[in-house]
């Protein structure tokens, strides 16, 4: 008896007029017509959500695990050692790191950047070595 009902049962055009068939889980509008009602629903309410389907709700926590994977960092704005705001007046050392007034010399906070060798290879690029050609004596 399913199965004759369901052959008994007379397509119906989309509720809005486009020309498409309609579903009756759509209220009687067709896929996109649906999708639009529904994005204005949201827009003017945004409460109101279309229907879960079994292949959405497979689809829905990888999207959430990757959403929480793709938070932009946000600007530091902490002393790294004693955790204090800084706001605009942090000092960015070059190891990396945001110190505040107190904290702010590498001798303080303890720095891992190596101050020696990078001025050793800044002079080495400044100050190639020159070599002076021989000259013969008479």
Do not use: W
């Amino acid at each position: 008896m399913a199965q004759e009902t369901n052959h008994s049962q007379v397509p119906m055009l989309c509720s809005t007029g486009c020309g498409f068939y309609g579903n009756p889980r759509t209220n009687g509008m067709c896929s996109v017509c649906y999708k639009e009602h529904l994005q204005r629903q949201n827009s003017s309410n945004g409460r109101i959500s279309p229907p879960a389907s079994v292949s959405d709700t497979a689809q829905q926590p990888s999207e959430e695990q990757s959403k929480s994977l793709e938070k932009p960092k946000q600007k530091k704005n902490r002393c790294f050692m004693c955790r204090k705001k800084v706001g605009l007046t942090g000092f960015e050392c070059r190891c990396g790191n945001v110190y505040c007034g107190v904290h702010r010399y590498s001798d303080v906070h303890n720095c891992s950047y190596n101050y020696k060798a990078d001025a050793a290879e800044k002079i080495r690029k400044e100050n190639p070595v020159v070599v002076g050609e021989k000259i013969q004596k008479i």
